[in-house]
């Protein structure tokens, strides 16, 4: 997971990245300011965790990703399942160019995540 981290964040634009689970654990993390790493974690599991309140309530289900702008910086929520890929980019940057990116990143972190939940399941059952 690491390594899809790091590679992410070598796309332009991107200022770091990491993967928070939906109780606000930080899973895996690449930030130039380690000590972000808290910070984000509990921000973006308390956005996500009202956004997706919100939209129930509106009768909608869930989000696929969420896209903030600030004055310094976006911010992208990418819904993982059970956890989420956020991802810090420059004010400046166009995001769509880098939502691919993005979105394969999500991808490859999914998979290793069922990877790793069938890995576990097996050793239980042993």
Do not use: C, P, W
Not at 7 to 21: H, I
Not at 55 to 79: S, T
Request: proline share 0%; aromatic share 2%.
């Amino acid at each position: 997971m690491q390594d899809v981290l790091d590679k992410l964040n070598q796309e332009m634009g991107v200022r770091g990245s990491l993967v928070v689970t939906d109780d606000g654990v930080v899973a895996a993390a690449s930030l130039v300011r380690e000590e972000d790493r808290d910070l984000l974690g509990a921000l973006a599991t308390d956005i996500s965790i009202k956004v997706k309140s919100a939209l129930r309530e509106g009768g909608l289900e869930g989000h696929n990703r969420l896209v903030l702008d600030a004055e310094y910086g976006r911010i992208v929520l990418y819904d993982l399942e059970v956890a989420s890929l956020v991802v810090v980019l420059d004010r400046t940057i166009n995001a769509d160019a880098t939502m691919i990116e993005i979105e394969s990143a999500a991808s490859r972190i999914r998979r290793l995540g069922r990877l790793f939940a069938s890995a576990e399941a097996e050793a239980s059952d042993e």
